[in-house]
T-cell receptor, first 115, second 111 residues
Framework: DAKTTQPPSMDCAEGRAANLPCNHS???????VYWYRQIHSQGPQYIIH???NNETNEMASLIITEDRKSSTLILPHATLRDTAVYYC????????????????FGQGTILTVHP | EAQVTQNPRYLITVTGKKLTVTCSQN?????MSWYRQDPGLGLRQIYY???????DKGDVPEGYKVSRKEKRNFPLILESPSPNQTSLYFC??????????FGNGTRLTVT
């Protein structure tokens, strides 16, 4: 019961914006959207998360559609070091929900940034 | 420094020889979990724990055990390892409603 769908791979030119989509059509009201990335075989690194409003931090922006069924992670000026696997997951907000503990990461999107 | 520490980083063992991969976090996180990562299959959750003495199965628990006797530690136990458990393993922890913090991984080879 995969909860998110991502394209397997994407390319981006260095210096341009990278827009990574994620579909989460079965998301429920108290589930957050989280994005992580994994460079080579290192431990995944947190990027950003949101509930319904768009979010921005020093790494990226997260745009969530009004119906919350999909989102886009934006890396505004991609660099070669942004080449990684990007994972989008949904997670419940509290321990009482079934989607808080049991998490499904899927295969993610391999983003390749080229010169 | 806030971190999740896994040991060992690399382990080569033989079929049937019991082993334990340790995971420790120093952030007082209630939630901890284990994942395995295999080529083409992404991260798959093995077990998770909501708090001390509370553990539950993830998507691929067969062949693994865990325990959570203290808040900071969440060891992964392979009672009788088999070659199909050769994989890269990650431990992660979090506070409620907060991002996961991952360890650096343990690469296990079972011959």
């Amino acid at each position: 019961d995969a909860k998110t769908t991502q394209p397997p791979s994407m390319d981006c030119a260095e210096g341009r914006a990278a827009n990574l989509p994620c579909n989460h059509s079965t998301i429920s009201g108290n589930e957050y959207v989280y994005w992580y990335r994994q460079i080579h075989s290192q431990g995944p690194q947190y990027i950003i998360h949101g509930l319904k409003n768009n979010e921005t931090n020093e790494m990226a922006s997260l745009i969530i559609t009004e119906d919350r069924k999909s989102s886009t992670l934006i890396l505004p000026h991609a660099t070669l070091r942004d080449t990684a696997v990007y994972y989008c997951i949904v997670r419940g907000a509290n321990a009482g929900g079934t989607s808080y503990g049991k998490l499904t990461f899927g295969q993610g999107t391999i983003l390749t940034v080229h010169p | 420094e806030a971190q999740v520490t896994q040991n060992p980083r690399y382990l080569i063992t033989v079929t049937g020889k019991k082993l334990t991969v340790t995971c420790s976090q120093n952030m007082n996180h209630e939630y901890m979990s284990w994942y395995r990562q295999d080529p083409g299959l992404g991260l798959r959750q093995i077990y998770y724990s909501m708090n001390v003495e509370v553990t539950d199965k993830g998507d691929v628990p067969e062949g693994y055990k865990v325990s959570r006797k203290e808040k900071r530690n969440f060891p992964l136990i392979l009672e009788s390892p088999s070659p199909n458990q050769t994989s890269l393993y990650f431990c992660a922890s979090s506070l409620m409603n907060s991002p996961l913090h991952f360890g650096n991984g343990t690469r296990l080879t079972v011959t």
